[in-house]
């Protein structure tokens, strides 16, 4: 066990990060909780540059949308944005836009796949965090358990929301194995996994490989519906109300098809929290000088994959000049305002697109 983990057993720990001295971040149990008991969707948006940062918060109070701002264990190495300066980014941020706007949202900040450093839980519920997910779901299913328990144990004492996952699928698995799309519901959890999952760890929300919809992933989205449905219907049989989450909700981004029909689908199948993050990526990659992004993509081991190079090059981002950014804040913006919408308005019980503010 993380000597970090040990040590926060030892501490009264009521930081959630709070926001002007007047609000405080929900948890992910909180905020799901009123989305299934209202029927929509609640965006969560990765950061990978602070400007992606800007344009989710600015995004969802002009929606007056609930967000979950969340960033991955490998992201906050290679954007250089620890969960300490995310949390930091957010709340002035945040009480720069309560001012402008004259109101807070609902608002919870996420700490994702947590894989291997076990320590970024006690980090990330030091700076404020109220959700972390703890993604174990390359170890077997025994393990998995053992850990995420102990994580849901620890975090619960202090009012932050354990996400956990089992059924996990690599983008290179998938992409390697041409029979993916024929053999994609053995790599689904099985409908027993995940209730003795849910009922052995007491996680808030439960996430698992659901199907191929994952940004990443080239092929055709096929998401197993029908899975995912009977694993609601099992968990609520057995008297528990746990949210599915839909990992690989970028999905929905890069792929022309009707994205209501979709979220309603997910709503009907329990899932309630949408992962974003190809598109706006890709927004703010339109908008950077060709040589700095030929540079950005020629400094990273994976030919191409030029985010792994964001925090190395944020200095030269901000040196661009003033007009291409403001021009790329307002794109990535009024894209992720669409997102918002859309997981809103997905709804079959919310008549009026407004949020119910904190």
């Known amino acids: 066990m993380s000597t970090q983990i040990k040590e926060l057993s030892k501490e009264n720990n009521e930081n959630l990060l709070e926001i002007s001295g007047k609000y405080r971040l929900l948890n992910l149990h909180e905020i799901l909780k009123v989305a299934s008991e209202e029927g929509f969707g609640v965006a969560a948006i990765n950061?990978?540059?602070?400007?992606?940062?800007?344009?989710a918060l600015r995004a969802a109070f002009v929606e007056k949308s609930p967000l979950i701002v969340e960033i991955a264990e490998s992201e906050a190495d290679y954007c250089n944005i620890s969960p300490e300066r995310l949390a930091e980014m957010l709340k002035l941020k945040t009480e720069a836009l309560v001012a402008e706007f004259g109101y807070m949202i609902p608002l919870c900040l996420h700490m994702d796949h947590i894989q291997k450093?076990?320590?970024?839980?006690?980090?990330?519920?030091?700076?404020?965090?109220?959700?972390?997910?703890?993604d174990q779901s390359k170890k077997h299913l025994e393990e998995n358990i053992k850990i995420t328990k102990l994580i849901v144990?620890?975090?619960?004492?202090?009012?932050?929301?354990?996400?956990?996952?089992?059924?996990?699928?690599?983008?290179?698995?998938?992409?390697?194995?041409?029979?993916?799309?024929?053999?994609?519901?053995?790599?689904?959890p099985t409908v027993e996994e995940a209730s003795r999952f849910v009922k052995?760890?007491?996680?808030?929300?439960?996430?698992?490989?659901?199907?191929?919809g994952h940004g990443q992933y080239m092929d055709t989205p096929d998401i197993?519906?029908?899975?995912?449905?009977?694993?609601?219907e099992a968990l609520r049989e057995e008297g528990f109300s746990?949210?599915?989450?839909?990992?690989?909700?970028?999905?929905?981004?890069?792929?022309?098809?009707?994205?209501?029909?979709?979220?309603?689908?997910?709503?009907?199948?329990?899932?309630?929290?949408?992962?974003?993050?190809?598109?706006?990526?890709?927004?703010?990659?339109?908008?950077?000088?060709?040589?700095?992004?030929?540079?950005?993509?020629?400094s990273v081991d994976k030919a191409g994959d030029w985010r792994k190079a964001l925090?190395?090059?944020?200095?030269?981002?901000?040196?661009?000049?003033?007009?291409?950014?403001?021009?790329?804040r307002v794109a990535m913006m009024y894209h992720l305002r669409m997102m918002i919408k859309y997981a809103w308005l997905s709804s079959e019980r919310v008549d009026e697109y407004d949020a119910v503010l904190v």
């Not at 950061?47 to 344009?55: Q, V």
């Not at 320590?119 to 109220?130: D, H, P, Q, T, Y």
């Not at 925090?311 to 790329?328: P, Q, S, T, V």
């Open 47 to 55: 950061i990978r540059s602070k400007y992606i940062l800007d344009a």
């Open 117 to 134: 450093d076990l320590e970024l839980v006690a980090r990330a519920i030091k700076a404020g965090f109220s959700s972390v997910a703890c």
């Open 153 to 188: 144990d620890k975090c619960h004492a202090y009012g932050v929301s354990v996400e956990g996952e089992i059924g996990e699928l690599g983008a290179a698995q998938a992409l390697s194995d041409p029979d993916l799309q024929k053999n994609l519901v053995n790599y689904v």
């Open 200 to 212: 052995e760890t007491g996680i808030d929300a439960f996430a698992g490989f659901f199907g191929n």
């Open 224 to 232: 197993t519906w029908d899975r995912i449905k009977d694993i609601k």
């Open 242 to 298: 746990t949210p599915l989450v839909l990992h690989g909700g970028s999905y929905l981004e890069t792929h022309d098809f009707d994205r209501i029909q979709v979220f309603v689908q997910a709503i009907r199948c329990g899932c309630y929290k949408f992962n974003y993050a190809t598109t706006v990526s890709d927004i703010m990659k339109d908008y950077l000088p060709k040589d700095i992004l030929a540079e950005m993509e020629e």
């Open 311 to 328: 925090g190395k090059f944020e200095g030269k981002i901000d040196a661009i000049d003033n007009k291409r950014l403001d021009n790329m």
